[in-house]
């Protein structure tokens, strides 16, 4: 850069007011770069806020994230959808909330742009990402995102336009259960204009509750709505404490002589300041003697689901309402809690007494003397100077095991033994607190207000404020006329947000406050101090040049070989995109954005649930809602396609699916998982500044190349992970390729369940020379270059689990068997096996966040831990009976099963099996539970073992261990031989009998044929008898000719009656004989 030199004809200026002069000069010249991203990018940003569902389409308005259980108003939608590839049988609930999604340029309407935009085809891209919860013996841990693709919808406002006035786009809200704290990304689908992603807080405040009259109020205390100057003007920083990542709501005190703290659920987007409700006290100071009393918050602490603060000696703390953590209602009580320990100590005399503490390290009595070194080993041979070494407090970053110790002075170390002395610091400054990112950074606040900055592991520590730079960047603010500055600020705290420095600071313009957040522009500052510092005047003729020096040894630094991420960082993600509109605008409804909220309910359940022991055809979370609709997928596009879904809207089997396949972001990821052995490589490409090759011969060797462009690799943890580092040198295109591999040394790691008890390490990646000179320039500002901290977790990592191969185990069991019987009653869930095929048990080890599914072939034991010949009467089994039933050393004729293989544990109490295992035989010996198994029917017993499978301690290709508890279901059990007996003797005495009894029913049925007969004829004659004399008594008055002949027929009768007598005579006497 150059230009004439800005002085009049004669005597020459001072050389002080030439360089005030080039300062301002280049004050302009640093802002190009922000006038060229001005005028190529529309300061566009996005706009995200929150609404229940009663208040979607309203304008303006704006909801607290309190609710958390889900709402039953979309069940009833569903049953509209007959022709959907949905089952209607199904449960579908949603959120309480909504977010609503605008974005606005300077100098536009929103409304327009919205507008605008979604005429161009622009469409919000939503994704939120669920922090993992700290109970990990609760919740699972993983790492779980869900990308939305957000639904316009018109404003509820009047309009007289035809189609549209005012709209916003929405997504639903999803919560899930252990998690509270919640990132939302928002991003543009690439059409229409340019909108720069941005990130929001959207986390669950469990401190708020609706009164009786339904409006929401803190649970802590009454909310104040006047932010007076005193409470901020002329006030000390504090620092802001809280659990990094884990903290729903964030909570400031310091505000003097009142019991007022700031409290923010969005990490100060937007915040409340409210009086707590605590009772202002004085006790204890007979231990601790006190200079005075007032009412200030000193100290405030937020953790996952609780609030501490210190007033005076009084420990304070609230416990907020999260059912999403404790699946029950817990509130705040408000209630004191404090507690002296050690009990029966004064804290004060005795704190240094205890014998458990351990000294690490003998702090100097004085501060070294540098001698104009940058830093300086403490070895206790250099000298000191007079100034008392005064600590105050002591910060250790669990990744990088780097300690520091602060006060008024900085030391430095990375083994607790070795400490370096940082000597930029000046030891006439105090520390009062740090702020730390640990990714590399830290920020240093002192007693008089001043911010220095240091990146940990190197040795110079930079002035932020007050410095040259931060007079530059505040001048050109306020030419800007941003309503971020202010001549007259103060600043509140100072933390890191996603590895980002910010302030939280009051604002005085014209007599009015204004509390805001604003990023601290720390690659600014330390740009602007090296152009300001580090520049040449040279003349050339009749002008001066201008050029600036560029320490920073590169040029081009791109990160090259990045493999897929997922595989190391665990990151689970599902895509969901809203339903279909059957509608010529394209516009959403509220019926159709509450089916979207069903939909991503629904998604979000199937992916809690998919852990059952028994292992699908196809691994994915989602194959079971699509599994019996798959095949008529043409068949719904074709009723979407002309307009004849059901309800207005179409469900595409397509658009609820899980990825796999994330692409790298061409940088090094947030995290890095690595089992057993694992390795990851990657490779940094640099272009070197100038020509910084040189040549050196060797022995033996004609000559080779070197680049004066080195990469170091740092390694929190030696002795657990190693790096190489392999070298290849582009001449031609004045470049370095640096190959980096970091892999597990498998020393430092036994075994632990998936996401549990990892070992926190970190690997820092340096180019030599380039700590606070390298910057590259994006559209967003300048961005720091040179230095990569990655965290790195040895263990199991999450989201891999042992799974039974149930489709496997039946198809080789059927061919090892030659047949397979499957139960009478089938359940398709649990196939059966029969009890005299010998059972080959297979398993697979399945990736939840790859989606890979492979067979286990590693060891493990199997044991049967409980069981019972139905699934109501299950039971476990203690410890001495799992021990009889399964180890191979049982004497008590116990056992259960047995099998062939020979290898077994160290002290052979089980058997070590493997997928190479000969199988197991089924013994169900006398004093075993499945002995003598009472048939439920004709069919033979069944019963179910409660088997465990474990890799523990004889599995060592990972460092998982592998868990896996499933029911068997084994048919065709044989009784015993006394009920086996016993049943053959009832049976056969049944079998007799039933034979006996047909003999004599032949023998005897003729006879009984004729009695029958006999009787009947008895019966007949009886009748007829009765029939003539009621015939006679009733015809006793007629005339002589019908009497004549009626005493002819009874004559006649009498003697066909006697006829008759004689042989029924006979054959009685011949009964009787």
């Known amino acids: 850069m150059c230009g004439t030199a800005m002085f009049p004809a004669g005597p020459p200026w001072s050389r002080v007011r030439v360089l005030q002069v080039l300062w301002a000069l280049l004050a302009v010249l640093l802002a190009s770069w922000r006038l060229w991203a001005i005028k190529d990018f529309q300061e566009c940003t996005w706009q995200v806020v929150l609404n229940e569902f009663k208040r979607v389409g309203e304008s303006g308005v704006s909801d607290s994230f309190f609710e958390q259980e889900p709402v039953d108003t979309v069940s009833s939608l569903f049953h509209m959808l007959v022709d959907s590839p949905l089952n209607p049988s ?158 729903p709501v964030l909570i400031l005190g310091g505000i003097p002589n009142e019991k007022y703290v700031l409290m ?117 041979t250099e000298s000191y100077t007079s100034t008392a070494m005064a600590p105050k407090g002591i910060f250790c970053n669990p990744y990088n095991n780097l300690i520091f110790i602060w006060g008024n002075f900085l030391l430095q170390s990375s083994n607790k033994e070795n400490f370096i002395y940082l000597a930029d610091f000046p030891k006439e400054l105090s520390i009062k607190y740090m702020a730390r990112s640990f990714r590399g950074a830290v920020a240093i606040v002192t007693e008089t207000e001043e911010i220095w900055y240091l990146l940990e592991g190197s040795y110079r520590v930079y002035q932020l404020f007050p410095s040259k730079g931060w007079q530059v960047h505040i001048s050109l603010q306020l030419m800007q006329q941003s309503s971020l500055y202010a001549s007259n600020e103060t600043m509140l705290t100072l933390f890191y947000e996603d590895s980002k420095l910010y302030q939280l600071v009051y604002l005085m313009n014209n007599q009015k406050g204004q509390l805001v957040k604003r990023l601290m522009p720390v690659e600014q500052l330390l740009m602007y101090q090296q152009h300001t510092s580090r520049y040449d005047l040279e003349r050339k003729g009749g002008y001066l040049m201008l050029s600036f020096i560029n320490f920073c040894p590169f040029s081009v630094m791109r990160l090259r070989s990045l493999p897929r991420p997922q595989r190391y960082t665990r990151q689970e993600r599902y895509r969901a995109r809203p339903p279909r509109v059957l509608e010529r605008s394209g516009f959403h409804n509220e019926n159709s954005l509450a089916i979207y ?189 040179g230095n990569l901290m990655v965290p790195v977790f040895i263990g199991c990592p999450p989201g891999k689990r042992l799974a039974f191969d ?35 048990p297979f398993f697979l080890i399945q990736d939840l966040v790859t989606g890979d599914s492979g067979s286990f072939q590693g060891s493990y034991v199997l044991l049967v831990v409980g ?73 033979a017993p069944e019963f179910f073992f409660k088997v465990l499978v474990s890799n523990r301690g004889v599995d060592t290709s990972t460092y998982c261990n592998y868990q896996l508890t499933f029911l068997l279901h084994i048919h065709g059990l044989p009784l015993s031989p006394k009920r086996a007996l016993f049943i053959v003797m009832v049976s056969a005495s049944v079998f007799v009998g039933l034979v006996i009894f047909y003999i004599a029913f032949c023998l005897l049925w003729p006879l009984v044929v004729k009695g029958c007969t006999m009787i009947r004829w008895k019966i007949n004659d009886i009748i007829a008898s009765e029939s003539y004399y009621t015939y006679a008594s009733i015809s006793g008055i007629s005339s002589m000719p019908s009497l004549r002949h009626s005493r002819m027929g009874s004559m006649f009768s009498s003697r066909m009656t006697e006829d008759r007598a004689e042989p029924k005579e006979a054959v009685e006497r011949q009964l009787m004989t």
Request: aromatic share 14%; charged share 20%; net charge negative.
């Open 90 to 247: 199904e449960k579908y609930l949603g959120f309480p909330y909504y977010l609503k999604i605008n974005y606005s340029c300077e100098e536009k309407p929103s409304e327009d742009l919205v507008r605008m935009g979604h005429l161009t085809g622009l469409k919000p891209l939503v994704l939120v990402t669920f922090q993992s919860p700290v109970n990990f013996y609760r919740w699972k841990i993983e790492q779980l995102q869900i990308q939305m693709e957000a639904a316009p919808f018109r404003s509820k406002e009047p309009c007289m336009a035809e189609e549209v006035c005012s709209m916003s786009w929405y997504t639903p809200m999803p919560i899930k259960n252990g998690s509270v704290v919640m990132r939302v990304d928002v991003s543009s689908n690439g059409l229409g204009s340019f909108i720069p992603d941005k990130r929001f807080q959207m986390n669950i405040n469990g401190f708020l509750k609706r009164d009786q009259d339904n409006n929401i109020q803190f649970t802590v205390g009454e909310k104040l709505f006047d932010l007076m100057p005193r409470y901020f003007v002329g006030v000390s920083s504090r620092p802001l404490w809280h659990t990094v990542d884990q903290s």
């Open 597 to 785: 909220q069903g939909l991503v309910y629904y998604l979000l359940w199937l992916h809690s649930v998919y852990d059952k022991p028994y292992a699908d055809p196809v691994h994915d979370p989602t194959w079971r809602w699509w599994e019996n609709n798959k095949q008529d997928q043409d068949y719904y596009f074709f009723l979407a396609s002309n307009w004849r879904s059901s309800g207005g809207v179409s469900v595409e089997m397509d658009s609820y699916e899980k990825i796999y396949n994330l692409e790298s972001a061409y940088e090094l990821p947030e995290r890095i998982f690595l089992d057993k052995g694992t390795e990851y490589s990657f490779a940094i490409f640099l272009s070197a500044q100038g020509h910084t090759f040189r040549t050196q011969t060797e022995l033996g060797a004609a000559f080779q190349l070197h680049s004066q462009v080195d990469v170091g690799v740092v390694l929190a943890d030696p002795a657990c992970i190693e790096a190489s580092v392999k070298q290849e040198v582009m001449i031609n295109r004045n470049s370095v390729l640096f190959s980096i591999t970091l892999k597990d040394k498998k020393l430092c790691y036994d075994q632990g369940i998936s996401g549990h008890h990892l070992m926190k390490t970190s690997m820092t990646v340096n180019v030599v020379g380039s700590s606070g000179l390298c910057f590259q320039e994006t559209h967003r500002g300048p961005r720091m270059q």
């Open 867 to 939: 069981g019972g010949p139905t699934m109501d009467s299950l039971k476990d089994y203690s410890e001495d009976e799992i021990y009889r039933f399964n180890s191979p050393l049982d004497k008590t004729n116990s056992l259960i099963w047995t099998t062939r293989t020979t290898r077994t544990t160290k002290d052979s109490a089980f058997h070590i099996m493997s997928h190479e295992s000969p199988g197991i035989e089924w013994l169900c010996l006398e004093n075993a539970p499945c002995y003598d198994s009472v048939p439920q029917g004709i069919f």
């Open 264 to 380: 923010t659920d969005t990490s100060f987007k937007d915040f409340s300041l409210v009086e707590l409700s605590i009772d202002s006290c004085w006790v204890g100071s007979f231990y601790c003697p006190h200079s005075g009393f007032t009412a200030t918050i000193y100290d405030t602490i937020a953790t996952e689901s609780t609030l501490f603060i210190r007033q005076n000696q009084l420990v304070y703390y609230f416990t907020g309402t999260y059912t999403t953590l404790y699946e029950r209602n817990r509130g705040s009580d408000g209630q004191v809690s404090f507690e002296m320990l050690p009990r029966k100590w004064s804290v004060c005399e005795q704190i240094g007494a205890s014998d458990d503490l351990e000294l690490l390290y003998h702090i100097p009595e004085f501060i070294p003397e540098a001698r104009g070194l940058e830093f300086l080993m403490i070895l206790g």
């Open 806 to 840: 149930i489709t496997y185990t039946v198809e080789y069991s059927r061919l090892k068997n030659k047949h397979y019987f499957d139960c009478v009653h089938v359940n398709p869930e649990m196939p059966c096996f029969l009890f005299r095929d010998i059972f080959y």
